[in-house]
């Protein structure tokens, strides 16, 4: 399969623990997403990678995410001391780069802060 | 805030064609319309976009008003598996690489009934 993956698919914790996710884009994407959503909503932009560098910030990123994308491949989510408003689906999404390029997302990790 | 109005759900019967409007009233002359969907608990798939011609793949037809302030998703022959919530986006385009993040509304759920 060449499409977009997470992993993992499922976290649960416990609240003020750290957890972190991983993003796996299509091969040849140089651009990755992250968004957010929660039950009932639709997804929220949280930041943006265009190789290794990450360019734009939502202000939804609050202190305590932090994400990279070391090597321009693929990429981590981290969430430290999580609340229990953390609880969400989060998504990557990856695109080439273009004036029309299409975001094509991966399964989403569900995250549940107990 | 999402710059697309949706019906917030509508039904289809099976092997009927199912058309969602959207109405993007202020969309600006750079801005293509995009469709993704979501299956429950799924990550966004994408089905089909267009700037300002009619467009049609294996998926869906997409048909733009000429003065492009509101569109129509056509799915020609609606199945169960159609069922999802669908979501229409515009989204900015220029060259020198903007990051065109996706801004999701609530979208409109299809129930596609036996």
């Known amino acids: 399969d060449t499409g977009v993956s997470q992993n993992p698919r499922h976290k649960i914790t416990k609240r003020g623990q750290n957890v972190t996710f991983r993003c796996d884009p299509i091969s040849e994407h140089n651009r990755l997403y992250w968004y957010r959503q929660t039950l009932g909503q639709g997804p929220e932009f949280l930041t943006y990678?265009?190789?290794?560098?990450?360019?734009?910030k939502s202000r939804l990123l609050s202190d305590r995410f932090s994400a990279e994308r070391p090597k321009g491949s693929f990429s981590t989510l981290e969430i430290q001391r999580t609340e229990q408003g953390d609880s969400a689906m989060y998504l990557c999404?990856?695109?080439?780069?273009?004036?029309?390029?299409?975001?094509?997302f991966g399964p989403g990790t569900r995250l549940l802060v107990l | 805030d999402a710059k697309t109005t949706q019906p917030t759900s509508m039904d289809c019967a099976e092997g009927r064609a199912a058309n969602l409007p959207c109405n993007h009233s202020?969309?600006?002359?750079?801005?293509?319309v995009y469709w993704y969907r979501q299956i429950h608990s799924q990550g966004p798939q994408y089905i089909i976009h267009?700037?300002?011609n009619n467009e049609t793949n294996e998926m869906a037809s997409l048909i733009i008003t000429e003065d492009r302030k509101s569109s129509t998703l056509i799915l020609p022959h609606a199945t169960l598996r159609d069922t999802a919530v669908y979501y229409c986006i515009v989204r900015v385009m220029n060259y020198g690489g903007s990051q065109g993040n996706l801004i999701f509304g609530k979208g409109t759920k299809l129930s596609v009934k036996p």
């Open positions: 202020t969309i600006s002359g750079n801005e293509y």
């Open positions: 990678f265009q190789n290794e560098a990450q360019l734009e």
């Open positions: 999404a990856s695109s080439g780069e273009g004036i029309a390029e299409t975001q094509y």
């Open positions: 267009g700037l300002k």
